[in-house]
């Protein structure tokens, strides 16, 4: 089984910062894409950004030039940075990999259970 377990969510200023962590752990033969989700209250969970290949990426046109995707793929792991927020960056966080357990298998989706970003004065 794979788990993706996120960190970093919490309360800031407009104008501040977080950086967000999730980790893929257990089974893991390869990660094909992997990134960021979100969800407020009362609406769908819309791309943040995303891993689409190794080095191809795509943002939500509403974050572009304030949050950086990254990886380390030796640990399994993406993170993003956000800056500069604002109120209407608050939801749930999301993690979302597809992954291969073995060479042989097609990727499966998962997702981890979400952690809470708060942009408020």
């Known amino acids: 089984q794979v788990q993706l377990v996120e960190s970093g969510g919490g309360l800031v200023q407009p104008g501040g910062a977080l950086r967000l962590s999730c980790a893929a752990s257990g089974h893991i033969f390869s990660i094909n894409a992997m990134g960021w989700y979100r969800q407020a209250p009362g609406k769908e969970r819309d791309l943040v950004a995303q891993?689409?290949?190794?080095?191809?990426?795509n943002y939500a046109d509403s974050v572009k030039g304030r949050f950086t995707i990254s990886r380390d793929n030796a640990k399994n792991t993406v993170y993003l940075q956000m800056n500069n927020l604002k109120p209407e960056d608050t939801a749930v966080y999301y993690c979302n990999a597809y992954v291969k357990v073995y060479s042989y298998n097609t990727p499966t989706e998962y997702w981890g259970q979400g952690t809470q970003v708060t942009v408020s004065s």
């Open positions: 891993f689409i290949s190794l080095s191809t990426v």
